[in-house]
């Protein structure tokens, strides 16, 4: 089973405490906010609300381009769902195999294996 808890910022109780608010009294996500903030936990609505969104699709757009930011040129690779959710990204000064390696490794660890994949010049690909 993944550890769905790895890497976040709060204790797993809280995520819980949080998502169960919301689905069983039918909270808003401000509302939840609020509760927990009675209770000495700051956090953010949007925090929430990733907590409760649904499990990514299973058919995933991965995407390399280049952005400038400060005016310098850095390379942006993104992964996002079919339903247009962000899964990952990373910001890179460099393009190397490397990167987009990790980057890929990353995503599959994270989120399993895809149904179908689509890269940028390439159909989807998969089973």
């Not at 310098?72 to 769902?81: G, H, L, V």
């Not at 995503?107 to 998969?126: A, F, I, K, W």
Request: hydrophobic residues 35%; proline residues 2%.
């Amino acid at each position: 089973m993944k550890n769905y808890f790895k890497g976040r910022r709060f204790q797993k109780d809280i995520i819980l405490v949080a998502v169960g608010y919301h689905f069983r009294f039918s909270l808003s996500y401000r509302d939840v906010v609020e509760i927990l903030r009675d209770r000495g936990i700051i956090i953010h609505h949007t925090t929430v609300m990733r907590w409760v969104r649904y499990s990514p699709s299973q058919s995933w757009r991965v995407d390399e381009t280049y952005i400038k930011i400060n005016g310098r040129w850095c390379y942006f690779y993104r992964a996002i769902d079919s339903h247009g959710l962000t899964l990952d990204f990373e910001l890179r000064q460099h393009r190397d195999y490397q990167v987009r390696y990790n980057f890929l490794k990353r995503l599959l660890t994270t989120y399993g294996r895809p149904n179908g994949l689509v890269t940028d010049q390439y159909g989807r690909t998969g089973h």
